[in-house]
């Protein structure tokens, strides 16, 4: 059974970059759509960006408009992860970000739908703050 991990988060000031990472384990990310969603406090959660799996078949990559430019999702083959290279942060991406892996749903309806297939898996989130 696919398993994911956050990690990467923490405090960086404005204009500061992060890099977030999505290891799975259990099975390979290659045949999976990938996505981030982020929730800040007191909002709904949000999806940020959603990849493709490696067939391709399932979309184009996706991006939500206030992120454009600044972030870039990628994947690690070798290391079975997905990343989200986050930069000139703003406060307003503060959240608590959350990555998502479906093998049945394409992107970018993962990312802005949020709703995942029974076989779609969650991991349990990393913290991003930006505040000076």
């Known amino acids: 059974q696919l398993q994911l991990v956050e990690s990467g988060g923490g405090l960086v000031q404005p204009g500061g970059s992060l890099k977030l990472s999505c290891a799975a384990s259990?099975?390979?990310?290659?045949?999976?759509?990938v996505g981030w969603f982020r929730q800040a406090p007191g909002k709904e959660r949000e999806g940020v960006s959603c990849?493709?799996?490696?067939?391709?078949?399932?979309?184009?990559?996706y991006y939500t408009d206030s992120v454009k430019g600044r972030f870039t999702i990628s994947r690690d083959n070798a290391k079975n992860t997905v990343h989200l290279q986050m930069d000139s942060l703003k406060p307003e991406d503060t959240g608590i970000y959350y990555c998502?892996?479906?093998?049945?749903?394409?992107?970018?309806?993962?990312?802005?739908?949020?709703?995942?297939?029974?076989?779609?898996?969650w991991g349990q989130g990393t913290q991003v703050s930006v505040s000076s």
């Open positions: 998502a892996a479906d093998f049945l749903t394409g992107c970018p309806t993962l990312a802005t739908t949020g709703i995942l297939s029974d076989q779609g898996t």
């Open positions: 259990g099975w390979s990310l290659d045949y999976y759509v």
């Open positions: 990849l493709p799996s490696m067939s391709g078949e399932e979309g184009t990559t």
